[in-house]
């Protein structure tokens, strides 16, 4: 039996050990423009997207990639990113609403009330089309790449008012956070419930 439990113990410590992560740090010495970091997306060739203080960058495991556009400023912060099906990259920056990286170019995807606006995430809903969390409502973005205010009594109550995040839960919920208020939108039954924390509680992202 003494045998049995040393050999278990044995067993269980190569295991743990085998799955230790090793991790290597990159900062500007190795190509980045700075090192604070506000969002990471991975796209469907494995190319790592990185949305920086003052960058748009790519990483390929060896190198980064910086974008910029001679049509657009980028010198600001990302806030958000959102790999399209297609691999497209939507990206959502501080005061220059909603950009996307699309046949190697950026191009902003304009609409009046989101110019502006700070692009706080994106999701997809069940039926293709990107919902838009800003910091002046919720917006959807169509698979023609058109921004429209989302019209729907109950969204309306959250509309002209800062979204501080955006998931999919599945084929039917979606969920907005703002503040310290989860609210899970039924995109079937146009229903909302709502969830509030404590008051010293604020939600910054959500994710699945």
């Known amino acids: ?79 958000s990113l959102y790999v399209l099906n297609n691999n497209d990259v939507l990206v959502g920056t501080r005061d220059n609403g909603l950009l996307i990286y699309k046949h190697n170019k950026l191009t902003q995807l304009s609409h009046d009330d989101l110019n502006q606006q700070m692009i706080n995430g994106m999701a997809e809903g069940a039926d293709g089309n990107i919902w838009v969390a800003a910091t002046n409502g919720i917006f959807k973005l169509s698979k023609n790449l058109t921004i429209k205010r989302v019209e729907d009594e109950v969204i309306n109550s959250l509309q002209n008012q800062k979204i501080n995040s955006i998931t999919k839960l599945d084929e039917q919920y979606i969920v907005f956070g703002q503040k310290n208020i989860l609210h899970i939108y039924d995109t079937i039954n146009k229903t909302m419930d709502h969830i509030r924390l404590d008051d010293d509680v604020y939600i910054h992202d959500v994710y699945k």
């Open 1 to 79: 039996m003494k045998n049995s439990v040393l050999i278990l113990l044995s067993l269980f410590y190569f295991q743990l050990h085998a799955e230790v992560a090793v991790f290597k740090h990159y900062g500007v010495t190795h190509g980045l423009p700075n090192t604070r970091i506000n969002a990471i997306i991975e796209d469907k060739n494995g190319l790592i997207w990185i949305g920086t203080e003052t960058a748009l960058l790519s990483f390929d495991g060896k190198s980064f990639t910086e974008y910029d556009s001679p049509e657009i400023s980028i010198e600001q912060s990302i806030q």
